[in-house]
């Protein structure tokens, strides 16, 4: 059609119009792409007899499960539109737990692990996008059947208990997140081809899901002992690479078992809940997150709206169990009156709420009793004390939900809200939002943001009885575990802010835990907890979380082609604005440091 050299020509005009504003860097990059298709192009002879074949590749072997196989399936293989009306459920709801069958295969590298370098820290597994590389503990006489190859060495602090780190071949997407934070002094993940990996260790990850949850030994509440709980959010069709993944994995970990979530639109909304498959999944209990998704603008207020409705159902349970206390047996009175007592305590919850169930179904149910008892038993999803998490983007917590968001904290319920802050409209293609920094080029800021970031966290904070924290996985996981355990616990409402790296920031995707801990050090991203509860007790209630900024900001600025970009266009203005940026990000330190009494 064109001659070679024209087509050539015309593809490297391109490239330099297309990506000329991220840098010399990624042109050039792109420009020996093009050179390389030409240089290593060889031909690869085929049978004569394909060219008339009507058959195609050997599918894939189907999961052994009747909605994967009726539902999913034919959706994946885009025959959605031959299902019937009877295959889909009248009230929209889906099963959870179904990105398990697809097991995509889409990277190119995936970790390995070395078990005589690994100081068994978890780090690797907390960090991970995707929940595809998970901590194994559990105790001899449970790994006699092991496949060959299921190494296993002594679990340090866990006497009697070996250890292992295990990864799913299939589901990894290869960003190097793992491998890249792994701490140990001769690293105890490195990257290989994934060819390799399916051979050597598919068999150990079909073995490794078929065993026992871990006991409860350790300490869920730490960085390391929440990794030996099954995430309640595995394989989403996030990013390589993703920075708000970890922290909605990390979310479920902690309280998946009892989690209802309210989901604004947005990339939460797209890789938490996309058609024909969901990332949310069960424990061995049959126990986790109950999911639904809302418009930008009402987010927060359906979850609200979740909250009022599982708080009057939760009172018309006491209210029942009132009405019949003197006509029970003293079995199922006791376990009534337990529950009443601690009927706000998330601690046991589930066990008290196990005995209330058992005992009913013991109870001989008499003509006073019957009805109140039947009341109790239809609430019964509700006996466990829900723990409503508002999930959600800047686009919506900072933008066209601000206002509903900013009405449900005012209303003092206990609601928890998780922003996930990718300092831009991610999902619908890079527009800036009032979360975008000063000077940070996005769509309708393409030449640099004029305005300074909103701080949401210090709106919040002035209504005095709203728990704060802001967060920064790869700067400080102990503050993370922390400020979502205390936001949980906190009896009122909690607001998180969470740095999330993006792949619209023009950076390294395998490396975005090294920039939250760079954004952190920089002094660009401050961590902090603003917790009501210690005012109370006569002590400071804003904890810096921070210290004192150990690298230049403007030269983290510059690892980001966001912000790189706007220097190669207009230099001097960058500069300048640069220097706003960075005075900008000074001031707001200043104002925590006072908070904090520094």
Known sequence: ILPYEDAE??????????????????????????DNAISELKEVKVPESWKDTKEGAEMVSLADNEYYKEFIHPILVQEGDKLPVSKFNPDGSVPTGTTKYERRGIAVSVPKWIKENCIQCNQCSFVCPHAVIRPMLTTPDKLKDKPEGFDTKPAIGFKGYEYRIQMSPYDCTGCG???NTCPAKEKALVMRPVAEAIKEESDNWDYFEKLDETDKIFKPNTVKGSQFKKPLF??????AGCGETPYVKLVTQLFGDRMVIANATGCSSIYGGSAPTCPYTKNSQGRGPAWANSLFEDNAEFGYGMNLAVTQRRLKIKEDMLSVMDDVSDNTKAAFKDWMETIEDASDTIEKSQKVIEAIKEEKASENTKAALQSIQDNADVLVKQSIWIIGGD????????????????????VNILVLDSEVYSNTGGQASKSTPTGAIAKFAAGGKRTKKKDLGMMAMSYGYVYVAQVSMGSNMNQLVKAMTEAEAYKG????????????????????????????????????RYNPDLEEKGQNPFILDSKDPTIDYQDFLLTENRYASLKKLYPEFAQEIFEQSQKDAEQRRAKYKALAGK
């Open 395 to 414: 686009g919506w917590a900072y933008d066209i939900g601000y206002g509903g968001l900013d009405h449900v904290l005012a209303m003092g319920e206990d």
């Open 234 to 239: 595995e394989f989403s069709g996030a990013c």
């Open 177 to 179: 997140s793992c491998a």
């Open 493 to 528: 409402p909690s607001l998180i802010i969470c740095y999330s790296p993006c792949i619209n920031h023009g950076i390294n995707m395998s490396k975005t835990i090294e920039t939250m801990k760079k954004a952190v050090d920089s002094g660009y991203w401050t961590c902090y």
């Open 9 to 34: 020509m015309y593809m490297k005009d391109a490239v330099k119009k297309t990506y000329g504003k991220k840098g010399d860097k990624i042109v050039n990059m792109n420009i020996a792409g093009i």
